[in-house]
Nanobody, 122 residues
Framework: QVQVVESGGGLVQAGGSLRLSCAAS????????MGWYRQAPGKQRELVAT???????NYLDSVKGRFTISRDNNKNTVYLQMNSLKPEDTAVYYC????????????????WGQGTQVTVSS
């Protein structure tokens, strides 16, 4: 089994910063890409940022220059540093990890966390 757990959400004023963390644990052989998505009320879930095991990153256009994704491969953890937050960044943020498990190395499954709420007040 693999578990993915996010932390670090909360309430912040516009212009403030938050740092989200997401740790994967369990029977992990390796992790390929890890990423952050978000879903605001009444909207579809959207990709915020991804990072490969080699460190290549990809960002949603609206967060470029404000958000930074990083990871610690030794800890199976991915981070999202969010600066200059705006009210439109308010959403539930979800982490995912593309994992191959011990004994099933050829199979990659995507595991999701439960989400963490980020609220930005104006």
């Amino acid at each position: 089994q693999v578990q993915v757990v996010e932390s670090g959400g909360g309430l912040v004023q516009a212009g403030g910063s938050l740092r989200l963390s997401c740790a994967a644990s369990g029977s992990i052989f390796s992790i390929n890409a890890m990423g952050w998505y978000r879903q605001a009320p009444g909207k579809q879930r959207e990709l915020v940022a991804t990072i490969t095991s080699g460190g290549s990153t990809n960002y949603l256009d609206s967060v470029k220059g404000r958000f930074t994704i990083s990871r610690d491969n030794n800890k199976n953890t991915v981070y999202l540093q969010m600066n200059s937050l705006k009210p439109e960044d308010t959403a539930v943020y979800y982490c995912n990890a593309d994992v191959s498990r011990h004994g099933y190395q050829a199979i990659i499954n995507r595991y999701w966390g439960q989400g963490t709420q980020v609220t930005v007040s104006s």
